[in-house]
């Protein structure tokens, strides 16, 4: 079942904290755009399915990328769209409509799109993969 245009929306404009529903529509086209040319086959229709309408045409007909972006370089491209954009007000954009995806997607959809991604883009998605953190942990020093 997709979320609702309004639903998506203001999830994006509150984890954005963006002062209006334009600005967060603005950044989510932007995103959705750029991942949707990362994507390829199922797991693409699969996430349009549980998009809203207007940003499943987007994530559809998508932005062609010569080659997969890394996670670093996607938020670059983000920023080159976004007027007066900075990497770090880019950087914020893709994880608030990044991270909303994924809760509309579900954790196996987002898991399968993922794997389609160059690494790093799970941070983007607001889903660290934990291969590495417990290792990393002061308890078990």
Same mark, same amino acid.
């Given at each position: 079942?997709?979320?609702?245009?309004?639903?998506?929306?203001?999830?994006?404009?509150?984890?954005?904290?963006?002062?209006?529903?334009?600005?967060?529509?603005?950044?989510?086209?932007?995103?959705?755009?750029?991942?949707?040319?990362?994507?390829?086959?199922? =797991?693409? !229709?699969?996430? /349009?399915?549980?998009?809203?309408?207007?940003?499943? $045409?987007?994530? #559809?007909? +998508?932005?062609?990328?010569?080659?997969?972006?890394?996670a670093e370089r996607f938020v670059r491209a983000t920023a080159a769209w976004i007027e007066g954009a900075t990497e770090q007000t880019a950087a914020w954009d893709v994880g608030a409509v990044?991270? =909303?995806? !994924?809760?509309? /997607?579900?954790?196996?959809?987002?898991?399968?799109? $993922?794997?389609? #991604?160059? +690494?790093?883009?799970?941070?983007?998605?607001?889903?660290?993969?934990?291969?590495?953190?417990?290792?990393?942990?002061?308890?078990?020093?």
């Amino acid at each position: 079942m997709a979320m609702r245009w309004e639903a998506f929306l203001d999830q994006v404009q509150e984890r954005g904290e963006y002062p209006t529903s334009a600005d967060a529509d603005r950044a989510a086209r932007t995103v959705l755009a750029l991942l949707g040319a990362h994507l390829v086959g199922d =797991v693409r !229709a699969e996430l /349009a399915a549980r998009l809203p309408e207007t940003f499943a $045409l987007i994530l #559809l007909n +998508p932005l062609q990328a010569a080659e997969p972006l890394s996670a670093e370089r996607f938020v670059r491209a983000t920023a080159a769209w976004i007027e007066g954009a900075t990497e770090q007000t880019a950087a914020w954009d893709v994880g608030a409509v990044l991270s =909303v995806a !994924a809760d509309a /997607a579900g954790e196996d959809l987002t898991r399968r799109v $993922l794997l389609q #991604l160059p +690494p790093g883009y799970d941070l983007l998605f607001g889903r660290p993969q934990d291969t590495t953190s417990h290792e990393h942990s002061p308890q078990n020093r």
